[in-house]
């Protein structure tokens, strides 16, 4: 089901909605927030000279750091008064990032997040598990908001205690579960432990992830884990932005569509900030509209993509990105050569003998970058058995060989011996940045 008209509308009717809220955006941070109206007399600019959708460009960039420079509100546009709530962000060092809402932007952002949870099949017919850890954190409130828009009868899980979560899937005959897609592969694996069959014992028809990537192989995966009728598809946003909301998969599976009449996609070279031709790979950078509490314009992302323009078969007009490959600043740089860890876990999901679980250790030994990967094993007879394992071990590294084009130390570990994620997933240990 396709949630709202905007989702639909023709390419010179979205763009002439863009183009007016984009003035609008232009004089209220102009006129409202401080630090934005610093950068644009800088750049020399002023609202009257946003004219067309390519003005947009004209406008400066914002940063993460933007965030912390003006901590906790100072890019805020309205009084304290007006907020209805706070999130953060779960950064995991200093401050967080500190996004508030008015009433109007948590009505906005109800429905953008309505639209993504349709566009993944979810209606009223479904009883929704939430099993994001509720807190600052914007996707478990965020979810719970657009699935209760929709209908759905949510049940404000959080994470942790699988168990738990097992007996309300089981005795509520929950339809729907929305995690990361890491915790989703562990609750999977809960599943399997405790003999559940989900055709048989469960209801589960429906995953909605996000927060974090899901790659192709890890979508796989879930299939071998919640079965083959399992229809699972994810969405994308930032706290920065809201929270989830931004973009998110329809049935297609032919990358996540953007609330277009609400967030502006750029696609932008990382390193000389010059936007991008049409279809091609690099960070995006989203500008929101008619955003009341935070107005961000030409917010850098981090993350790296592409933009689709081409119609879906699912009937919206909307543009689309492809899957996140990874973040500007995820990526490694192992003797040289970049490494992302999406193009790890392709080759690994692809090896049936080991689980989806692995952790990525970088050092620096005698002088020299070493890289090595921790798998587990999908049965452990396999670790007696010396020859077997030394042609597993070698079979991954050929295949990271010809991905990477680079030599990775493999080490094959008992099953469910690496630790397992609540909320997303952190793989690589970079033990470089402490100069060892
Ligand atoms: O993760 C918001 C969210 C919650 C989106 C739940 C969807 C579902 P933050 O904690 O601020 O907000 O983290 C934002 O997470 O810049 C991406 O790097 C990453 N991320 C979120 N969704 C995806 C996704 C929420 N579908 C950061 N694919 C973003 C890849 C994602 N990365």
């Not at 890019?75 to 962000?89: G, W």
């Not at 699988?162 to 694996?189: I, R, W």
């Not at 955003?291 to 323009?309: H, S």
């Not at 909307?318 to 193009?343: H, K, S, W």
């Amino acid at each position: 089901m396709i949630w709202a008209k905007e989702e639909t509308l023709s390419r010179s009717e979205m763009e002439a909605l863009q183009l007016k809220k984009l003035k609008e955006t232009a004089s209220y941070i102009y006129d409202r927030v401080e630090p934005y109206r610093k950068k644009m007399d800088e750049a020399g600019v002023k609202p009257e000279d946003i004219q067309s959708l390519a003005d947009l460009q004209k406008l400066p960039f914002t940063y993460k750091v933007d965030f912390r420079d003006n901590y906790p509100t100072g890019l805020f546009a309205v009084d304290k008064k007006e907020l209805v709530r706070f999130h953060a962000s779960s950064g995991t060092t200093g401050k967080p990032t500190m996004v508030g809402y008015t009433r109007k932007d948590m009505e906005n952002w109800t429905e953008n997040v309505a639209r993504v949870v349709c566009m993944g099949g979810a209606s009223d017919q479904d009883v929704a598990q939430i099993s994001f850890g509720y807190g600052t954190f914007t996707g478990a409130l965020g979810l719970h908001g657009g699935l209760e828009k929709v209908g759905a009868a949510v049940i404000p899980m959080s994470s942790g205690n699988a168990k738990k979560q097992m007996m309300f899937m089981e005795d509520l005959g929950v339809t729907l579960l929305v995690a990361t897609p890491s915790y989703a592969l562990h609750l999977g694996e809960e599943l399997k432990a405790r003999g559940l069959d989900p055709s048989k014992d469960l209801s589960l028809r429906i995953g909605l992830f996000g927060g974090e990537g899901m790659t192709e192989a890890m979508r796989d995966e879930m299939h071998k884990l919640w079965g083959e009728d399992f229809f699972c598809t994810q969405n994308y946003g930032m706290s920065e932005l809201c929270g989830p909301g931004v973009a998110g998969e329809c049935e297609a599976l032919t990358g996540m569509h953007f609330n277009e009449d609400w967030f502006i996609p750029e696609i932008i070279d990382p390193v000389t900030e010059e936007v991008l031709p049409p279809g091609e790979r690099g960070e995006l950078v989203i500008t929101c509209l008619g955003k009341e509490a935070i107005p961000l314009v030409r917010y850098r992302t981090g993350d790296l993509t592409r933009l689709m323009y081409e119609p879906c078969s699912c009937g919206r007009t909307t543009v689309r990105m492809e899957n996140i490959t990874g973040r500007a600043d995820d990526m490694l740089v192992i003797r040289g050569v970049n490494v992302f860890p999406t193009q790890i876990e392709e080759v690994l999901f692809s090896i049936p003998e080991i689980g989806p679980h692995y952790e990525i250790l970088v050092e620096r030994i005698n002088h020299l970058d070493a890289m090595t990967i921790s798998v587990e094993l999908v049965d452990d007879t396999l670790l007696d058995s010396y020859s077997k394992l030394s042609e597993l071990g070698d079979r991954i590294k050929t295949g990271l060989k010809e991905q990477l084009g680079l030599a990775t130390k493999i080490k094959l570990v008992a099953p469910q011996s690496l630790k397992r994620f609540e909320g997303k997933a952190k793989r690589v240990t970079d033990l470089r940045k402490d100069g060892v």
